[in-house]
């Protein structure tokens, strides 16, 4: 059996959870697990407008790869999926997704949640939080 991975930043909407549920589907599989990250209005008490994303995409893209193979020594998992926005990303809108399918439950839940821990401590993506009274860049270098 081939294993499916698909990797994507983009500016416009992330597809929708059903349509990337079926990129990682596998008849093989028992447990899906999907992470949605969304842009949420508020952060330690300040009103949030909205988030922006900048990436040096090739680089994010072999990392994202990487850290799938890190997840696959650790988890029996099948197939994944992971997208994530660049540009303006206004609250309520999702900004990254992650999705991964095994054979039990267990080994997607973990890896989803490697994957998103490790998406934001090693990809070379950046977040500036957007306030009423100002703004902040996060992420793996402080910055673009």
Known sequence: MSVKQHFELMAEDLPGVEAIMKQVADDGAGGTSVFVGTTRDTFQGKRVVQLEYDAYTPMAICILKTLTEEARVRWAIKHVAIYHRVGC????????????????RGDAIHATEFLIDELKARCPIWKKEVYEDGSVWKGVCNGP
């Open 89 to 104: 990303v206004p609250v309520g809108q999702s900004s990254v997704i992650v999705a991964v399918s095994s054979a039990h």
